[in-house]
């Protein structure tokens, strides 16, 4: 049976007659691509969004052309002139994208050389679209990582204020997610303060190790002109130029960083998610989100559904894929420049997107919620959480070793569990029955607030110190 096609499928035929290849490089070739060919090759539905740094970089080139002397100065004024029309027409919608021009940089280049004419052409003197596309590339990275960095700012700015608010108020603490020993909400909100802290630190490893620029590489080789690259490194706001001309077109480590980056911070994002989604369950109970973080249900009219935690908890997911597409595109890739390349924008650009909408979105559920205190202290007593404290207590005041003091601990949770009471409620003869030297003085240690209160080391959850964390967190990153 022959199959027809669709009106989707693609033929694979010439796209034009004779002499119709890309003006701006087909010099040698006789008819245009196929339409698969010109479809699987044009990049301009997405690398438009490179329009403004690709417009920046050549200014800086056109300047620097001038300054060495191999454009004149009337000429590179006419270019920075028709280049700055361009990024109007541009941002004003007025710009009429070409995907025969396949790409941004061809786009701008063949506009300008409507406004200003065959000087235009001077503009790709000494460079080539594989320099410029890693410096856009660059410049774009290092755009949202520092966006970014502003927004980690922000939220570890609205932690810390809830921290400061709750810096006393006890809820349980887990692990497994079954009750532990209790901690302060205040502790637990500036843990996520240091975890974000450190996404901040790699941010800024990040634009320290990308502070490089890579234009006047070329296409692999350098070049013969007499070109000044350290001139528009200082012009596009770098410390230097690349030291390798080859590795300058052929590196994207800032771009994998940045993915990297953004995939360790979107899984702080997403188990505090969770923890949020966990927390406003009617199980817990601990936490509420206005409307203004929450949704409905279709059919079910009882409902208020924590939907911003859930997507930011499945973004995750996205970001991740973004990172490894991008190492699985670039890990047999040999020097220099390959068409490979251009699938590294894509990932990037949406895993930026979804960093800093996350980032919005978890610091606004921050600033949101209301904490119901009551709750949290009433469950934080639940499942023997004191125990420990008992055990260090027989270390203390008996001397004993702490693997005997965790034994005879034990006997007596089951005392107590076997009662259906709380430590604090067992009768201090059912315990001496299992330590005949405990006293009295057991029950100063066996209440949560008590257990919170008596954990002081630095680091621990005493709201003494959850304050002191505050105090040296303001100071540190805001």
């Not at 989604?277 to 249900?297: N, R, T």
């Not at 960093?355 to 919620?369: E, H, I, K, P, Y």
């Not at 005041?397 to 107590?416: E, N």
Request: hydrophobic share 45%.
């Amino acid at each position: 049976m022959k199959i027809k096609p669709t009106k989707h499928t693609i033929k694979h035929k010439p796209t034009a007659k004779r002499n119709s290849a890309n003006p701006m490089w087909g010099g040698q070739f006789a008819s245009g691509p196929a339409e698969s060919m010109a479809k699987i090759n044009a990049s301009i539905a997405f690398d438009k969004k490179l329009y403004a740094q690709d417009i920046k970089g050549s200014i800086a080139h056109a300047g620097m052309l001038a300054i060495v002397g191999i454009i004149s100065s009337a000429e590179a004024d006419a270019i920075i002139r028709g280049l700055k029309k361009i990024q109007q027409e541009i941002e004003l919608g007025a710009f009429v994208f070409k995907e025969s021009l396949e790409d941004i940089h061809m786009n701008i280049e063949a506009r300008l050389a409507e406004l200003i004419g065959d000087t235009a052409g001077k503009l790709h003197t000494a460079r080539s679209r594989n320099d410029q596309v890693a410096l856009d590339f660059r410049l774009y990275v290092r755009d949202a990582a520092q966006s970014v960095e502003v927004l980690l700012s922000t939220l570890q700015a609205a932690l810390i204020k809830r921290a400061e608010e709750y810096a006393v108020s006890v809820m349980p603490g887990f692990t497994h997610l079954q009750s532990a020993q209790p901690v302060t909400l205040g502790h637990h909100l500036m843990a996520y303060v240091e975890m974000f802290g450190r996404d901040r630190g790699r941010v800024q490893d990040l634009l320290a190790r990308m502070n490089e620029c890579p234009l006047g590489a070329v296409a692999l080789a350098g070049t013969s002109f007499p070109i000044d690259r350290k001139l528009t490194a200082r012009t596009l706001g770098f410390a230097a130029p690349m030291a390798n001309s080859l590795d300058a077109v052929s590196d994207r480590d800032f771009a994998i960083e940045f993915l990297s980056a953004a995939s360790v911070s979107a899984i702080h994002m997403s188990r505090f998610s969770e923890e949020l989604v966990l927390w406003s369950s009617a199980p817990f109970g601990f936490i509420k989100l206005s409307d203004l973080f929450s949704s409905g249900s279709s059919i079910m009219p009882q409902k208020r559904n924590p939907d911003a935690a859930e997507l930011v908890r499945g973004k995750t997911g996205r970001i991740i894929g973004a990172l490894n597409a991008l190492l699985v595109t670039m890990k047999g890739l040999p020097l220099a420049y390959n068409k490979d390349m251009q699938e590294d924008k894509e990932p990037v650009f949406d895993a930026a997107l979804q960093w800093q909408l996350c980032l919005s979105a978890m610091t606004g559920m921050v600033q949101d919620f209301t904490a119901n205190t009551k709750r949290m202290q009433s469950m934080a007593g639940e499942g023997y959480s004191t125990a420990t404290d008992l055990a260090d207590w027989l270390v203390h005041k008996c001397k004993m070793p702490f693997r005997q003091a965790h034994h005879i601990t034990a006997k007596i949770v089951k005392v107590a569990s076997d009662k259906k009471c709380t430590l604090y409620a067992l009768p201090l003869a059912d315990m001496q029955k299992i330590e005949r030297r405990i006293t009295k003085d057991i029950y100063a240690v066996l209440t949560p607030e008590q257990s919170v209160a008596s954990r002081t080391s630095f680091g621990g959850t005493a709201p003494v110190r959850v304050k002191e964390a505050i105090k040296i967190a303001k100071e540190k990153y805001l």
